[in-house]
């Protein structure tokens, strides 16, 4: 998913379960779209987000298919009390909110993320000074 000049575009939502990376290629066609489903999203340090992984993650393929993926590693983190009952539960219902969501709008936020990738080329370019 990686490779000279692929562009990773990451989004943190406030109050929202999950953390979104876009990948694209060096020709900027989208790879996928990655959720990882979180336990919370911190903004305590801008330059340094982070959140909590719940283990469970969804994949947009660039042909627009939706999977949920990890469920395994979801239910080993259960299993071994990492994460607790309400921690899974939330990332299950989480899963199955945004799944139900990408179904309906999986075209606009591969659009929403293609239009902030161009922005920031454009801003990136209209910044550097080669002289």
């Known amino acids: 998913m990686a490779d000279d000049n692929y562009v ?36 305590g340090d801008l330059k340094n987000p982070y959140f909590y992984d719940l283990f469970l993650d969804i994949v947009v393929t660039k042909q627009k298919k939706i999977y949920v993926i990890d469920q395994d590693e979801l239910q080993m983190a259960f299993d071994d009390n990492t994460i607790t009952k309400e921690e899974y539960d939330r990332a299950l ?17 591969i659009e929403y993320c293609h239009q902030c990738l161009q922005e920031m080329n454009f801003d990136i370019s209209n910044s550097i000074d080669y002289e």
């Open 8 to 43: 990773w575009l990451q989004f943190a939502f406030k109050n929202q379960n999950f953390w979104l990376t876009a990948m694209y290629d060096d020709e900027e066609e989208l790879i996928e779209l990655y959720f990882d489903i979180t336990n919370g999203n911190y903004f």
């Open 93 to 109: 219902d989480t899963a199955d909110r945004l799944y139900h969501y990408l179904n309906e709008n999986v075209d606009s936020i």
